[in-house]
């Protein structure tokens, strides 16, 4: 797997090994399977019964029956597909290696724009949710039987962009539209998928710089959430130029408190006017811990289980002299891109 390291772009740790994700493009997603995350098999492509040809790998998850991948389907009989369709299929797997296609679902949107479809897994089993607005959710707890809620599911105002599962239930962040011109971060909550309720509300911490409206109302919005394993942190921005980044952490996905200063990275170094108030580095997750990782003269890693307590980790060897751009976390190590050059930090115990 080395030379396609680069391309590698999430890990799923299960209790049959490592599968790792290529690039997230339409296409037939390139798969990678391990034992031990350290010697990984290509998982064949362009077979009707072994991988999805021509089809954009949305996600996969462990069930307690084995693994499901969730496609993208790009067109079926009873949904032409476009801007009002959300459609997916499943598939199956026990090690990661051979997969048997499952089930199809599709739902047309009227008068909806369907920009994506998320996916997680949580405690009442799969669930797919459109980003169009209106958001619309469907779940299952096997990827065969599809329950397609109502339209409505959602309270209304409320627009989706990124969607997790915790061993309690589902989160998802995005942005509250109280009117034409507030636009608030928020998340909802959820215990099964059917019934959301708005969390606390997410409010900027008063000591970052206020980019307001005429009015004085600052319009704000989560962008993703990056989640621990006794805690997450919701990551977001101002929506008012030049988009001053927020962050918030929460030990349950209910109560967020504001992180001024993005610690531990802290705010990029910076006097210029507009290029000010972001974090001076970037966050990735493995599910379990949060990395904070920032590259440069004075390049850091630190990990965390809830986004609260961090612990700083030694860095040597040969690293980014430009902040990198993604960080993906595989088994025992990091991978990092600056824009033009992909690093893998390995992780030595001592």
């Known amino acids: 797997m080395d030379d396609q390291l680069t391309a590698v772009r999430s890990?799923?740790?299960?209790?049959?090994?490592?599968?790792?994700?290529?690039?997230?493009?339409?296409?037939?997603?390139?798969?990678?399977?391990?034992?031990?995350?350290?010697?990984?098999?290509?998982?064949?492509?362009?077979?009707?019964?072994?991988?999805?040809?021509?089809?954009?790998?949305?996600?996969?998850?462990?069930l307690p029956q084995?693994?499901?991948?969730?496609?993208?389907?790009?067109?079926?009989s009873d949904c032409p597909g476009g801007l009002?369709?959300?459609?997916?299929?499943?598939?199956?797997?026990?090690?990661?290696?051979?997969?048997?296609?499952?089930?199809?679902?599709?739902?047309?949107?009227?008068?909806?724009?369907?920009?994506?479809?998320?996916?997680?897994?949580?405690?009442?089993?799969?669930?797919?949710?459109?980003?169009?607005?209106?958001?619309?959710?469907?779940?299952?707890?096997?990827?065969?039987?599809?329950?397609?809620l109502p339209d409505g599911t959602f309270p209304t105002g409320y627009v989706i962009n990124d969607l997790r599962g915790t061993a309690t239930g589902y989160l998802v962040g995005g942005i509250r539209v109280t009117d034409g011109s507030h636009w608030e971060a928020a998340t909802l909550w959820s215990t099964d998928g059917h019934a959301w309720t708005p969390t606390e509300e997410l409010r900027p911490a008063d000591d970052l710089s206020a980019t307001t409206n005429p009015s004085g109302i600052r319009s704000t919005l989560v962008t993703s959430i990056v989640p621990g394993r006794s805690g997450m942190i919701a990551i977001g921005r101002e929506l008012a130029p030049p988009g001053a980044g927020l962050w918030w952490q929460s030990?349950?996905?209910?109560?967020?408190?504001?992180?001024?200063?993005?610690?531990?990275?802290?705010?990029?170094?910076?006097?210029?006017?507009?290029?000010?108030?972001?974090?001076?580095?970037?966050?990735?997750?493995?599910?379990?811990?949060?990395?904070?990782?920032?590259?440069?003269?004075?390049?850091?890693?630190?990990?965390?289980?809830?986004?609260i307590a961090w612990q700083s980790l030694?860095?040597?060897?040969?690293?980014?002299?430009?902040?990198?751009?993604?960080?993906?976390?595989?088994?025992?190590g990091l991978l990092l891109f600056d824009g033009t050059t992909t690093w893998f930090g390995e992780a030595i115990a001592h």
């Open 251 to 307: 030990s349950d996905g209910r109560a967020w408190h504001p992180l001024p200063g993005f610690p531990p990275l802290g705010s990029v170094p910076c006097t210029a006017n507009g290029c000010g108030g972001q974090a001076n580095g970037l966050l990735a997750s493995d599910g379990q811990r949060i990395l904070a990782i920032r590259g440069g003269s004075d390049a850091q890693v630190s990990t965390s289980f809830d986004g």
């Open 84 to 148: 009002g369709c959300m459609a997916f299929m499943s598939w199956t797997s026990s090690d990661g290696r051979t997969w048997t296609p499952l089930s199809v679902f599709s739902r047309e949107q009227p008068n909806t724009t369907v920009t994506a479809q998320l996916v997680a897994v949580g405690p009442a089993g799969l669930m797919v949710v459109s980003t169009g607005a209106p958001s619309h959710v469907v779940t299952s707890k096997d990827g065969v039987a599809w329950t397609d």
């Open 11 to 62: 890990t799923l740790r299960w209790r049959g090994g490592f599968v790792a994700l290529g690039p997230d493009v339409p296409g037939a997603t390139p798969v990678w399977a391990s034992i031990d995350g350290a010697r990984w098999e290509p998982v064949a492509v362009n077979t009707p019964t072994r991988s999805w040809p021509d089809r954009r790998l949305l996600g996969v998850f462990e």
């Open 66 to 76: 084995g693994l499901v991948a969730i496609t993208d389907l790009a067109e079926v």
């Open 314 to 332: 030694p860095v040597t060897g040969d690293h980014p002299t430009d902040q990198p751009i993604r960080a993906v976390a595989l088994p025992g």
